[in-house]
């Protein structure tokens, strides 16, 4: 998933704090960790800087994937990575592969979100934990939180784009056929689109 570097570049104070959260709601330390849909790779790269997960970042361009190595290469860190270029909807993972799946910004884009979803549950381990969809997270100052809400919103607008209402992002997982998940937004915020998915053992 590509989207231009000035979002990137407005986005890197929440990238650290994003992860952060992560880290705290799921108690992150060890094992796998797929992060799909890219970009330079930051969630990634974050992620390795405060846990010892072996991480892989996937991702349908490679342009996106090169541009991700060279960032973790340059981060100097000491996890484990893997760089694989893929489909969502058709990942060549065996089943229960992923102690962690993370992807932030791509759901928007992928042709057929309920079938990439069943793609996401079926390579999570049991006992596994999936967060997909998009937003800032909960950490960010509230003054920050809004001003970079807003700069997103007029980007879209710019282009034309548009997200799904709650409504019908809910049909859509729905629509999935996951047995275990939950639908959350930013916190007080009530910005945001997240689904957690769990894989009971």
């Known amino acids: 998933m590509i989207i231009s570097t000035n979002n ?29 849909g890219v970009g330079p790779g930051w969630l990634g790269l ?3 800087k405060i846990t010892d997960m072996e991480i892989v970042f996937f991702d349908i361009s490679q342009k996106a994937l090169d541009q991700s190595k060279e960032n973790f290469k340059k981060a100097n ?6 760089f694989i270029r893929g489909d969502v909807h058709s990942m060549s ?6 102690d ?3 992807s932030r910004g791509s759901i928007w884009f992928w042709a057929f979100p309920e ?9 999570l381990k049991p006992g596994g934990v999936a967060i997909v969809g998009g937003g800032l997270g909960r950490y960010l100052p509230s003054s920050m ?19 799904p209402s709650m409504l019908s992002f809910t049909s859509m997982v729905e629509a999935s056929g996951i047995p275990d998940y939950r639908i959350m937004t930013d916190g007080a915020s009530g910005t945001g689109r997240w689904i957690e998915i769990h894989k009971q053992n």
């Open 77 to 82: 860190v000491d996890n484990r990575a893997s």
């Open 93 to 98: 993972f065996r089943d229960d592969s992923f």
């Open 145 to 163: 939180h809004k001003r970079l809400s807003q700069a997103l919103k007029q980007g879209m607008d710019n282009r034309g784009e548009s997200r």
């Open 46 to 48: 974050e992620l390795s």
């Open 8 to 36: 990137y570049d407005l986005l890197q104070p929440m990238y650290p704090l994003l992860i952060q959260q992560f880290v705290d709601d799921y108690n992150l330390k060890e094992g796998f960790a797929l992060d799909i």
């Open 115 to 123: 079938k990439a979803l069943r793609e996401v549950y079926r390579v």
């Open 100 to 102: 962690f799946i993370m």
